[in-house]
């Protein structure tokens, strides 16, 4: 199981087709497609088709955009959420295309990308918070048990998913408010809970070199139920996606779950992310 925003898969796609074909994840949660549908079934279906995957996408065209790619069953797929609020100072009148969920052998997949917030006075960040219970709303009118939440949430959890805590102070991202609407959805971090002490990130802003120094943060999370997180027997952020020419500024986050009768799930991969060799000024 993988997540990855690819901050538009029409740019990303020279880098997505041959990691998809090294990884070969069962199931991947992209974000920021930014294609309405006709112009991902035209430039992207094919590939995935091709490689045995099904696809479930909702998408305007403009900056948001998520989809679900799974070569493991793809059923009862939903665009959207439950009394999804829309937008207050976005370009349409209703929702924007920010989640779609699907069931995938058995568990309740849904990608997401969560509004940004902009600044804690904006009107965005309002709606932020609205849509985080709608997101909430329509867990909980599922199956809880069973469902996954993949995707950018743009909330970092703790002061140890950001690389400077002060650094953020005034910003979006690690409010309280934020951090306790995700908290509340009542799901497994499985990539902190694998890591409970390390560095992790997996979003780096291409600006000033953030990503060489390691000055990032952790908002790209998969979050799941009580029935699958014991699964959860390697889970990691796959940094190398995030180097070489014309990277998305995000990096994959991907998690193995164990189905094999003997238990043998694979290697553990640790976290990449490097140690700290200071703040940035």
């Excluded at 403009?62 to 665009?79: E, K």
């Excluded at 509004?115 to 009107?123: F, I, Q, S, V």
């Excluded at 953030?210 to 390697?234: K, T």
């Excluded at 140690?275 to 000024?281: F, I, T």
Aim: hydrophobic fraction near 40%; proline fraction near 10%; charge should be negative.
């Amino acid at each position: 199981m993988a997540t990855w925003n690819v901050n538009s898969v029409r740019s990303r796609m020279p880098r997505l087709l041959p990691w998809l074909d090294a990884r070969a994840p069962d199931v991947v949660c992209l974000q920021e497609t930014k294609l309405p549908a006709d112009a991902f079934d035209e430039l992207v279906r094919p590939a995935l088709t091709e490689r045995g995957y099904a696809v479930a996408h909702h998408g305007d065209g403009r900056w948001n955009g998520v989809a679900i790619v799974s070569r493991i069953g793809l059923d009862d797929v939903v665009a959207g959420l439950l009394d999804e609020p829309a937008n207050p100072v976005g370009l349409g009148p209703g929702p924007e295309a920010r989640a779609v969920s699907a069931t995938c052998a058995g568990l309740r997949v849904m990608s997401v990308y969560v509004p940004n917030g902009r600044t804690p006075e904006d009107p965005h960040y309002r709606y932020k918070l609205d849509w985080l219970a709608a997101l909430r709303a329509t867990i909980t009118a599922g199956d809880p048990a069973v469902t996954m939440v993949c995707g950018d949430m743009n909330v970092a959890p703790t002061d140890d998913d950001v690389y400077d805590p002060a650094a953020y102070v005034t910003s979006t991202h690690v409010t309280p408010p934020e951090r306790e609407a995700l908290r509340v959805l009542g799901l497994h971090d499985l990539v902190r809970e694998r890591w409970p002490t390390e560095r992790i990130f997996s979003y780096w802003d291409y600006r000033a070199g953030m990503f060489h120094q390691d000055f990032g943060m952790r908002i790209d999370l998969i979050l799941a139920g009580a029935d699958v997180a014991p699964r959860a027997c390697a889970a990691w952020v796959d940094r190398q996606a995030r180097k070489g020419t014309a990277p998305s500024d995000h990096a994959p986050v991907i998690v193995d779950l164990d189905d094999a009768p003997d238990g043998d799930c694979g290697p553990v991969v640790p976290p990449p992310s490097a140690p700290r060799s200071g703040k940035r000024r």
